[in-house]
Each structure stands twice: as C-alpha cells, then as structure tokens.
C-alpha cells in the first residue's frame, strides 16, 4: 500500500540496486545500535577514575541505554507507522548523534547517565525503523528474506564488536571516544538516507493513544529490570515486587490495546498466520543466546584467566560463521523446504551448540568457542526466518508495530536467559562450594579475589563454574528442543 509520501515499489516487484544499496545505508545505525549494548565493557574502569561515580552510577551507566531501549520500542514501532518510518529515522539519528556528543564530553557521572538514557531513546527510533524499512523495500519474499538475514547477521555481529571496538578505543584514545565513533555514521545516514531510502507511513493511522505509552513503558521496564538483576543479586523482594509491578501493567496494556478504538500495538497483528509463534518463538531463541553468553564470556576470563580485551577478540572467531547461517537457511526455504523445518533445524542448531558447552572442562578453549559459534548460527538461522514470516505476515503499514514487538520479544527473552540460566549455574556453583568462605560462595569472582588466602580454592571454584555451566546448558538443550518441537507444530509456512 502507497501514499502521497510513500516511494515505495509495487507489490511483489523486484527490488534493484538503489535498494540494496540503501540497504547497507540502513546497517550503518543497525550496527552502532547493536555495538552500544556492549561499547562500554572495556571504557568503565576511566570513567570511574574520571568522573568517580558511585557503585549505583556505574550501574545505571552500564544499564540505562537497555532499559530505555526496550521500554520505548513498541512506542516507537508504532510512531514510525503513523509519521514515516525515514522521518523517525533520520530523527532517531539526530538525537543518537547528538547524545553521543554529550556522552563522549560528560562532567559528571548524572550527565553520563542522562546521555545514555537519551542514546536508548534515539535506539528505540532506529531499530525498529531500519526493520519496517526493509519490508517497506523488499516486497519480493525472496529478496525480502535475503535482506532480513542481513540485517539478522549485522546486529548479532554489532554486539559482539562492541566491546571489542571498546577496548581497541580505550587503549589509543580516552573513554570518550568509544561514543564519537557514532557521529561519522550518523553524519553519513543523514545525507545518504534521504536520497535512497524511501518514506512510507499508514495513510490510516488513527490517533495516537497516548496513554498507552507510559502503559507500555510500566510493563516493560519493572519487567526486565527484575529479571535483569535476578542472575546477580538472586531472588531478592525488590526484584521479585518489580516483576509483579511489571505484569499487572502488562495486563493493564493488553487490556488497553484491545479496547482502544486505536491501539498502539493492534490485537490484530496477532491473527495474521504465524506472527504470534513467530514473536514467541523468537523470544526463545534470544533466551537461548543470552543465556549462553551470560557462561560464556565468564568462561574465558575467569576459567581461562584471559584479560577482558583478549576475551573479547577470542569471542569474535564464532562470528565468522554467523555469516553463512542466514544465506542457507534462506535458499533452504527458496528450493521448498518448510520453513517450519528451517526454524526447527535452528534450533536443533543451537541446542547442538550447548551440547558442546555441556562437555566442557576447565581448560577447553576451542570447546567453548565451537559451542558459541554453532550456538550463534542456529539463532541466526532461528531469528532471519522468524523476522520475515513475521513481517510478511504483519500489513505493510503495521510493519514498525511488528517490528517493535520482535524487537521487545528479544529484550525478554535476553533478559529471562541470563536470569533462569544464570539462576541454575549460581545454584549448582555455590553448592559445589558449600564449605567455601561467603566470599567465594557467591560468585566466581569473589573466588577469585580470596584465591591467595586459600589455596586449592581457585581449582574448586573453577571446577563448581564450569559444573553450573553444563547443568545450565542440559536445561538450554531442554528448552530448544521444546522449541523445535513448537516451530513443527505452530509455524505455516507461507512459500516465498
């Protein structure tokens, strides 16, 4: 569907070269999006000789870009379908440049913060814009589904570039630069994007409810911030009351949306075939990935004793093969296969790769990394397929509120993986360690820190570790074959 605004191709005509070229235009914010999750892992030891914050501060430098992301994308989804998906865009640009200006050249540990928190919102613009963008230009299913893996591909290899960029950064220039590496994108979208991309936006949008705003935002925010904190701090009342907090508003939206004459997210996307086991069963894939990572990253710095910069080059090598999984598991599809197989074949994919991480020792390097990377794939080959039957599923013009629900689905599942397997990996750790000091006990670091002072500690702390991580990879394996499971069962598959 077009409009006085929209220079979008026809329905189901082939997209040309402007496209794919203005397809890598719209990987440029992708990207730094992505990389903004993990940008700051390697900077926070000068910011915190710089600006002195305290323990709270350095928390909400690390979290707030997550938090105000995943609160305001279903917002913006559905903004970007009623003023222009190029014009939220280009807007979302401004504002992420210009708070990474104030984040690079901040005084104070509250002028750090209040930057972070306006790169979030500026995210929540670009991410699901760049999406509803590549439906808008693909309108051919296969080239659509070629596009998708793209995208697919770029943002899991943004997070993992993101703090190995950092500390590339940090140790040639001083913390700032980690956010300047933003504006020369930024700069380039700006120009290029008004010249290839197209704008497009529902030419029946109806009012903007308003209230469901900070609706959506009260379900969303006590939601992941429990869960969140859940893996390190354990059950605490806080936690457990902010995810209570956050399902009776969730129940609240819902209620909302199904009333309101026009909702934010409409009740209908839920009946086109296959978009809701698409939004769920892409909430599990990211489970599975985020989970993972949570052991993963520990591994190679506490186990193996790798600083955090080599750990972080070492964790690029399974990137590589995220590259192929989305092209295959696209022809697969294209030459006849179900895409229901596909997906399940993912995540059969991914649960081979905590199989992997089920055999590990304490000295397994190669395990770990093959683990990671078949792990990686499967989500890849999961998450490419699930976006483009989702978002040929969803109308055109609803496709930034589609989007936007994927896009929360993964916050979610990230955050509900590092809690539920991290919770199980801490349980098995501290009972390995029963007779252990407090300490040590508690984290892996702690045993770290008290390894002078008693010796063989470190070994059986390591050991307890990697005995947390197997037990939390067999409940990971379980999930995903569920998962394979329910892709058989709930996905039909629309041909391309």
Known sequence: MTNPTSTTTAPNSLAGRKEWTALVVLMLPLLL????????????PQISADLAPTGTQQLWIFDIYAFVLAGLLMTMGSLGDRIG??????????????ASVCAAYANSAEMLIAARAVLGIGGATLMPSTMALVRTMFRDAGQRAKAIGIWSGVMTGGIALGSVMSGILVEHFWWGSVFLVNLPAMVLLLILAPLL????????????????VPLSMAAVLPLVYGIKEIPSEGFEPSYVVSIAVGLVFSLLFVRRQRRTASPLISPALFRHRGFGPAVLLNLISAFAMLGSAYFTTQYLQSVLGMSALEAALWALLPSVLIGC??????????????????????????????GLLALTGTDSLWTVLAGAGVLACGAVIVGSQLTDLALGAAPVEKAGAASSLLETGQEFGGA?????????????????LVGAPAGARETLGGALALADRSPGLLTAAREAFTDGMHVAASAGIAVLLIAALLATRTLRNPRP
């Open 325 to 354: 999984a989305a092209p295959v598991a696209t022809v697969l599809v294209q030459r006849g296969v179900q895409r229901s197989t596909v997906v399940a074949i993912g995540f059969l994919t991914s649960a081979c790769g905590y």
């Open 416 to 432: 509900l993986g590092m809690a539920v397997l991290g919770s199980i990996g801490t349980a098995v750790y501290r009972h390995d």
């Open 33 to 44: 999006v992505s990389m903004d999750v993990s940008v700051l892992y390697f900077a926070i």
């Open 85 to 98: 998906r190029r014009k939220l865009l280009l807007t979302g640009a401004v504002a992420f440049g210009a």
């Open 197 to 212: 991309l197209p704008e497009f936006k529902n030419p029946n949008p109806g009012r903007f409810d308003l209230l469901s």
